[in-house]
């Protein structure tokens, strides 16, 4: 292998330079726009040089080519594969990528992720930090640009650089102390990296923010301001005399060694092997349909917060174990290393975990949605159902936080069969996909051969007769089914729609239904009323004078119990949605 590790003097003052004009591109452009962050450029200015111009191997003319190395810019801003600038989510993303790189891949390709000193305040910086050096992350390179201010004053360690230096140690990494404006010094740290094996490597940069800038440089109340512009021209002219050539740098061509990969059109190879009556919990359909998921297709992976006992994806980690990471109880970090998983096609990514869990993930999941990933959440466990283990594991907030996302698509099956039918779909689907599962048993409804489709909701129930329109999901549909069955005996006849998807909602198939049943609808959701089912039902009714929706919803924080007794006490049960037909039809 070259001696890159001192490159020669020639090639130290070409990358000094271009570290000096990337300073003047980012004064010029931020002052043009009269916005954007030159202080925190010129902090990392020799970082950038050195990485893009003597360390990472790429081809600059294809940068989403899967041989290329990774940089992730965690510091801000959009980059090419995830999208940052909340802070403190890139390194996780880096994890995932390096992940694939080195389990899914095998590849030689390295990831780079720059971070800034102010977003290691981040908790989520730390789980990733566990996170790789756990899984012996060697291909994965974490640069703290350790500049000494964050945006409205100083970090809270200063330049302590040991402090940060002593902290990656201890969370197991190869870590590096250099001075981050010396270009020999990050060539020979980012060189010594690559020859670590089994450990992740930190590099904590000393540098300046404002690096090169008169009066701005390591001052604060600079963050994210442009330089003056009657200061722009003699602050460049400083600059560029220190520029010596004006040679360029090519970069090294990636090592072209990751396998093909098709992450498209996976096809169920089997219809559901369940029959109408058995008694299944979608939770459990659900890890079934992950492991036969993984049968058709060899980039489908899971990542689990130590949950897979409880969610059944440890069926998936038992007949695909090299496929299954887990996360541990760290779902920011989890959600983040799905991202980077995912990124440039590599892998089908499902998370998977309680949906109350992924409540806290909640930034990750919206940051998920601006880089347009195609990552799929499983959350079981939802609503007051979830019985005797109490409110703390309740999701009842679920679907208002996925609704609420851009091009997510929002399932909730109410079996067996329709939760294998989702979990396929969800592979297919472009965009984030979150399939709503719950803990107790619900009987099989549908037969293996029936249709399927995203926004295509089911009439389960119907006559000529049907007064009310009763619209549930999960184990509220069944619910609805038995409140059915006991009207039925009193001679009262009710429809039941199983809307299967929350998101898109079959508005038009909702609003026929609702007029052939007088315009009474009645929602029944195991979840708050805000952001749920019936809000999502109001919406699509809104243009409607005619329907009018009455919403059974939980409206108060729920209490440990036996999952029967819970929907009884918070209003969802039978018995609640019988009353509440026999009210809509007196009045
Ligand atoms: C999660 C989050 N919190 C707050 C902000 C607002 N913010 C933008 S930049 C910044 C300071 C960043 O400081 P540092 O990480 O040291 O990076 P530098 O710009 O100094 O390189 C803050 C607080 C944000 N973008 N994301």
């Given at each position: 292998m070259a001696d890159d590790s001192k490159p020669d003097g020639s090639t130290v003052q070409v990358l000094q330079d271009v570290a000096n004009r990337l300073r003047i591109h980012s004064i010029r452009a931020t002052c043009a726009s009269s916005s954007g962050h030159p202080t925190s450029c010129c902090s990392a200015a020799e970082i950038m040089a050195v990485l893009f111009f003597h360390t990472m191997k790429y081809k600059?003319?294809?940068?989403?080519?899967?041989?290329?190395?990774?940089?992730?810019?965690?510091?801000?801003?959009?980059?090419?594969?995830?999208?940052?600038?909340?802070?403190?989510?890139?390194?996780?993303?880096?994890?995932?990528m390096a992940y694939t790189g080195k389990y899914f891949d095998k590849a030689s390709y390295r990831v780079f992720c720059l971070l800034g000193d102010?977003?290691?305040?981040?908790?989520?910086?730390?789980?990733?930090?566990?996170?790789?050096?756990?899984?012996?992350?060697?291909?994965?390179?974490?640069?703290?640009?350790?500049?000494?201010?964050?945006?409205?004053?100083?970090?809270?360690?200063?330049?302590?650089?040991?402090?940060?230096?002593?902290?990656?140690?201890?969370?197991?990494?190869?870590?590096?102390?250099?001075?981050?404006?010396?270009?020999?010094a990050l060539c020979q740290a980012f060189w010594r990296a690559a020859q670590v094996k089994s450990k992740p490597t930190a590099i904590v940069a000393k540098t300046f923010k404002g690096r090169g800038i008169p009066i701005i440089e390591n001052a604060e109340d600079w963050h994210g301001k442009p330089v003056p512009k009657e200061r722009v021209d003699a602050i460049i002219k400083l600059i560029e005399s220190q520029i010596q050539t004006n040679r360029n740098l090519t970069p090294k061509p990636p090592v072209e060694d990751s396998p093909p990969v098709n992450v498209r059109n996976v096809k169920m190879t089997c219809l559901p092997d369940y029959v109408a009556g058995d008694r299944v919990a979608t939770r459990k359909a659900c890890g079934?349909?992950?492991?036969?998921?993984?049968?058709?297709n060899e980039r489908v992976i899971v990542l689990a917060g130590d949950t897979?006992?409880?969610?059944?994806?440890?069926?998936?980690?038992?007949e695909h174990p090299e496929r299954f990471i887990e996360c541990f109880i760290a779902e920011q970090n989890m959600v983040s290393v799905a991202l980077g998983c995912a990124t440039r096609?590599?892998?089908?990514?499902?998370?998977?975990?309680?949906?109350?869990?992924?409540?806290?993930?909640f930034?990750?999941?919206?940051?998920?949605?601006i880089s347009q990933t195609n990552i799929n959440f499983i959350g079981s466990h939802c609503g007051v159902s979830t019985g005797e283990d109490g409110p703390s594991q309740m999701a009842l907030e679920d679907l208002a936080m996925f609704r609420s996302i851009p091009n997510c698509t929002v399932f909730y099956p109410s079996d067996a069969i329709s939760t294998e039918y989702a979990v396929y779909l969800a592979a297919n689907t472009k965009g984030m996909c979150f399939i709503r599962t719950s803990q107790p048993e619900t009987t099989v409804i549908y037969t293996p051969?029936?249709?399927?489709?995203?926004?295509?909701?089911?009439?389960?129930?119907?006559?000529?007769?049907?007064?009310?329109?009763?619209?549930?999901?999960?184990?509220t549909l069944h619910e609805a089914l038995a409140a059915a069955d006991s009207l039925s005996q009193q001679g009262i006849s009710i429809r039941v729609i199983d809307p299967f998807t929350i998101k898109p909602l079959d508005a038009a198939n909702i609003i026929s239904n609702a007029k052939a049943t007088g315009g009474q609808v009645i929602t029944v959701e195991d979840h708050y009323r805000e952001g749920g089912i019936g809000e999502a039902v109001c919406t699509a009714v809104s243009r409607e004078p005619d329907i009018l929706v009455h919403q059974l919803a939980v409206s108060e924080v729920p209490q440990c119990g036996k999952p029967s007794e819970l929907l009884d006490k918070f209003g969802i049960s039978a018995r609640h949605i019988i009353a509440a037909v026999k009210n809509t039809l007196m009045n």
């Amino acid at each position: 292998m070259a001696d890159d590790s001192k490159p020669d003097g020639s090639t130290v003052q070409v990358l000094q330079d271009v570290a000096n004009r990337l300073r003047i591109h980012s004064i010029r452009a931020t002052c043009a726009s009269s916005s954007g962050h030159p202080t925190s450029c010129c902090s990392a200015a020799e970082i950038m040089a050195v990485l893009f111009f003597h360390t990472m191997k790429y081809k600059r003319t294809d940068p989403e080519h899967p041989d290329n190395d990774r940089f992730i810019l965690s510091k801000r801003l959009s980059f090419v594969d995830v999208a940052t600038g909340s802070l403190g989510q890139g390194l996780g993303a880096a994890c995932g990528m390096a992940y694939t790189g080195k389990y899914f891949d095998k590849a030689s390709y390295r990831v780079f992720c720059l971070l800034g000193d102010g977003e290691s305040s981040e908790g989520s910086v730390w789980e990733a930090l566990a996170f790789a050096s756990h899984y012996s992350l060697d291909n994965l390179v974490a640069v703290f640009d350790v500049n000494r201010l964050g945006q409205s004053g100083v970090t809270p360690l200063e330049h302590c650089t040991d402090v940060y230096q002593n902290r990656c140690e201890a969370f197991g990494w190869n870590t590096y102390l250099v001075d981050g404006h010396d270009v020999g010094a990050l060539c020979q740290a980012f060189w010594r990296a690559a020859q670590v094996k089994s450990k992740p490597t930190a590099i904590v940069a000393k540098t300046f923010k404002g690096r090169g800038i008169p009066i701005i440089e390591n001052a604060e109340d600079w963050h994210g301001k442009p330089v003056p512009k009657e200061r722009v021209d003699a602050i460049i002219k400083l600059i560029e005399s220190q520029i010596q050539t004006n040679r360029n740098l090519t970069p090294k061509p990636p090592v072209e060694d990751s396998p093909p990969v098709n992450v498209r059109n996976v096809k169920m190879t089997c219809l559901p092997d369940y029959v109408a009556g058995d008694r299944v919990a979608t939770r459990k359909a659900c890890g079934l349909a992950l492991a036969k998921l993984g049968h058709a297709n060899e980039r489908v992976i899971v990542l689990a917060g130590d949950t897979k006992i409880s969610t059944f994806s440890e069926i998936f980690s038992e007949e695909h174990p090299e496929r299954f990471i887990e996360c541990f109880i760290a779902e920011q970090n989890m959600v983040s290393v799905a991202l980077g998983c995912a990124t440039r096609g590599r892998t089908i990514a499902f998370v998977s975990t309680f949906a109350a869990f992924l409540t806290r993930a909640f930034d990750q999941i919206r940051m998920g949605a601006i880089s347009q990933t195609n990552i799929n959440f499983i959350g079981s466990h939802c609503g007051v159902s979830t019985g005797e283990d109490g409110p703390s594991q309740m999701a009842l907030e679920d679907l208002a936080m996925f609704r609420s996302i851009p091009n997510c698509t929002v399932f909730y099956p109410s079996d067996a069969i329709s939760t294998e039918y989702a979990v396929y779909l969800a592979a297919n689907t472009k965009g984030m996909c979150f399939i709503r599962t719950s803990q107790p048993e619900t009987t099989v409804i549908y037969t293996p051969q029936e249709n399927f489709e995203i926004g295509q909701a089911k009439v389960i129930r119907q006559s000529v007769n049907d007064k009310v329109t009763v619209i549930g999901a999960g184990v509220t549909l069944h619910e609805a089914l038995a409140a059915a069955d006991s009207l039925s005996q009193q001679g009262i006849s009710i429809r039941v729609i199983d809307p299967f998807t929350i998101k898109p909602l079959d508005a038009a198939n909702i609003i026929s239904n609702a007029k052939a049943t007088g315009g009474q609808v009645i929602t029944v959701e195991d979840h708050y009323r805000e952001g749920g089912i019936g809000e999502a039902v109001c919406t699509a009714v809104s243009r409607e004078p005619d329907i009018l929706v009455h919403q059974l919803a939980v409206s108060e924080v729920p209490q440990c119990g036996k999952p029967s007794e819970l929907l009884d006490k918070f209003g969802i049960s039978a018995r609640h949605i019988i009353a509440a037909v026999k009210n809509t039809l007196m009045n």
